[in-house]
């Protein structure tokens, strides 16, 4: 069975850390770009950041940047979100989702990603 599985998310204060994990079971993470999307409650998903299939294209939305590194591990079949100096609009169920469209260099925020995960919820508040 083809499966992502997120992990890492908890509650933490204004300023603290928390890194995300997406797990690939069934199939080899490193076929596929890989994004992370989130979504507040009453508000739609969004793009968090994306890394292509080779690792050399990789994308934030702006109000992360600097903050944020995605990262992927292809020996653990796992990608990886280090979230920091987070803030309170930070908090929203993050997904990781697997792309296998896009082409090797590329990756984006679009309709494009074949398997989800089922989310884990991060909450920043003091």
């Known amino acids: 069975q083809l499966q992502l599985v997120e992990s890492g998310g908890g509650l933490v204060q204004p300023g603290g850390s928390l890194r995300l994990s997406c797990a690939a079971s069934?199939?080899?993470?490193?076929?596929?770009?890989i994004g992370w999307f989130r979504q507040a409650p009453g508000k739609e998903r969004e793009g968090v950041s994306c890394?292509?299939?080779?690792?050399?294209?990789?994308i934030y939305r702006d109000s992360v940047k600097g903050r944020f590194t995605i990262s992927r591990d292809n020996a653990k079949n796992t990608v990886y979100l280090q979230m920091n100096s987070l803030k309170p609009e930070d908090t929203a169920v993050y997904y990781c989702?697997?792309?296998?469209?896009?082409?090797?260099?590329?990756?984006?925020?679009?309709?494009?990603?074949?398997?989800w995960g089922q989310g884990t919820q991060v909450a920043v508040s003091s």
């Open positions: 069934g199939f080899t993470l490193d076929l596929y770009a």
């Open positions: 890394i292509s299939r080779r690792g050399n294209r990789i």
């Open positions: 989702a697997a792309d296998l469209k896009t082409i090797p260099s590329m990756c984006a925020f679009g309709n494009t990603y074949d398997y």
